[in-house]
């Protein structure tokens, strides 16, 4: 009745494929919030942490998750299931922390050039083959929402990466945008320099980095 209250009921298979995947350990936590597009689920076993993403079209993610397995260090995925006229994306936990949770100390200049270099390695992964995305002239495999909770770090280095379902093979400005959007969004203009710089983006005017960030939209 709560659950239902809330609109957070889950449909009964994927309670079951989330109890399978927790390898029959009872639930010991779980806790769910309002994400961007949907609602996100974190569900804790005794031993293993699941992820239960529900949202209109998953689809596209769930197909990303599968190619970029053992390109980029993405969720294991566990399956998709639709219910509630949704889908119902399920992944195992992946290790480390959010760039935007409050746990990581870094000051607003070592976050964009962190941002920066942990972007020039992800675009320089071979994209050959990605069914997604087009392959142009200057067209690198990128994230596609490149902002800080979506980049999860661990001692320091790049962990996981989530929400990939705009990923595929595109041009390099588009995870460039949401870099420069997602530092002043965190912390107030003056950092998308650092950010370009430690990626390796020729210099640009304020005005064009202006221009960049607004290539953004959300
Ligand atoms: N498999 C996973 N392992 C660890 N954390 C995850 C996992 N899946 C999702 N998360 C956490 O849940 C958050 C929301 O998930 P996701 O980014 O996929 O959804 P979203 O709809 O884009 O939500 P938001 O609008 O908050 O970005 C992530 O930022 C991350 O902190
Ligand atoms: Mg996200």
Same mark, same amino acid.
């Given at each position: ?13 994927? #309670? ?54 053992? #390109? ?47 972007? #020039? ?9 990605? *069914? ?56 107030? *203009? ?27 939209? #959300?």
């Amino acid at each position: 009745m709560k659950d239902e209250a809330t609109g957070l009921r889950m449909p009964d298979v994927v #309670r079951a494929a989330v109890r399978e995947a927790l390898g029959g350990d009872d639930l010991r936590h779980e806790f769910a919030w309002m994400s961007w597009a949907g609602t996100v689920w974190r569900l804790e076993g005794k031993t293993r942490v699941v992820y239960v993403k529900r949202a209109a079209h998953l689809e596209g993610e769930r197909d990303r998750l599968a190619w970029l397995g053992g #390109r980029w260090p993405v969720p294991q995925l566990i399956g998709l299931f639709h219910g509630f006229g949704d889908d119902w994306l399920l992944t195992h936990a992946v290790r480390g922390q959010p760039l935007n949770d409050r746990s990581i100390p870094w000051t607003p200049e070592a976050m964009a050039a962190r941002l920066g270099e942990i972007l #020039r390695g992800l675009h320089s992964t071979d994209g050959t083959g990605c *069914p997604f995305g087009e392959a142009g002239p200057g067209h690198v495999l990128v994230h596609g929402d490149y902002c800080l909770p979506n980049v999860l770090v661990e001692d320091g280095e790049l962990s996981a990466l989530v929400d990939v379902g705009g990923a595929g093979l595109g041009d390099p400005q588009v995870d460039l945008a949401a870099g420069v959007w997602t530092l002043q969004y965190n912390y107030g *203009p003056g950092h998308a320099r650092a950010f370009l710089d430690s990626y390796g983006w020729k210099p640009m005017t304020d005005s064009e980095i202006e221009k960049l960030r607004r290539r953004y939209a #959300r």
